[in-house]
């Protein structure tokens, strides 16, 4: 016997997640994005120039820490 639990999760408030009902069921969306349009552009723009800059400090540490260079090619 196959025990299955379909909980009532209307009155849970959930952070960047939906809940829909189809045929009388509930479903979580998982993908539900609150920003769009410009933010969501402003956002991946911020989200490169923080990788780009984290990226950067990272490698003056390991320049300042070893002899060698930064990248290895390899031949």
Known sequence: MTIKLLPDIFGVRLINHSVDNMFDL?????????MDGADRYI?????RDL????LLILSIGV?????GPVLYKKN
């Open 63 to 67: 320049k300042l820490s070893s002899s």
């Open 26 to 34: 509930p479903i979580v969306k998982l993908s539900t994005s609150h």
């Open 43 to 47: 956002k991946s723009i911020e989200d």
């Open 51 to 54: 990788s780009f800059l984290i």
